[in-house]
């Protein structure tokens, strides 16, 4: 291999490593309240829920332009809903035929929303679970998933939820969210970085011994 395209791989894998190693971050974990309603298929009113939201980013977006970012499997959610004398959690079903997660982040004029799902099927069961943020607010700043900008400031924020298995049905309004623990990075993402570092620093002291 010349010393020409030896430098120029050396970089290209270097530069590879590190911008995958910055695309996934720590998973971070919410806590949140809200009020809502249950539909065990008896019915309930309005009642009080408590839970945490943990969200780890572990890829891209496959769609992304200047105002939106969506996609299926680079962000993974999972949630731990509670109220008074019930919970449910993001779990997969027995037998699982299609197991699927979905972010879609906009950031426009009038328009800024967030929405995330997480869902496991089989031919006779599924568990879901959804999130929501609609707002008129132009409050992103850019299209990157930002944990201190999960929750709108105003418009609606909210979460449902079903198990066909366990019989339960929910949705409610957030009314807090607020981050509860920040996650150390994955271990393959340092060690990405680092061989990022130690590819690029190679290219460089090759380059100057030639």
């Not at 008896?42 to 890829?59: A, K, L, Q, R, S």
């Not at 299609?98 to 799902?117: L, V, W």
């Amino acid at each position: 291999m010349s010393e020409t395209r030896f430098r120029a791989t050396s970089k290209f894998f270097a530069a590879g490593l590190l911008a995958f190693a910055a695309v996934a971050q720590a998973a971070v974990t919410y806590d949140f309240t809200g009020t809502g309603g249950l539909d065990n298929f008896v019915g309930e009113g309005d009642i009080p829920f408590w839970g945490t939201v943990t969200v780890d980013v572990v890829g891209a977006p496959q769609d992304q332009s200047p105002v939106s970012a969506s996609g299926y499997s680079w962000v993974v959610p999972h949630f731990e809903i509670q109220w008074g004398g019930g919970s449910f959690s993001t779990a997969r079903v027995p037998n699982e035929a299609n197991f699927e997660t979905y972010m879609d982040i906009h950031n426009e004029a009038g328009a800024d929303r967030i929405f995330m799902s997480v869902s496991s099927e089989s031919a006779s069961n599924q568990n879901w679970t959804w999130f929501g943020r609609y707002t008129s607010l132009d409050w992103l700043s850019s299209t990157a998933f930002d944990p201190a900008k999960l929750l709108a400031p105003s418009g609606t924020n909210y979460i449902s939820f079903g198990s066909t298995l366990d019989r339960v049905e929910g949705s409610f309004l957030l009314t807090s969210l607020q981050v509860a623990a920040v996650a150390e990075p994955h271990e393959w993402v340092m060690l990405l970085a680092g061989l990022g570092v130690v590819g690029a620093r190679a290219g460089k002291q090759r380059a100057k011994r030639s």
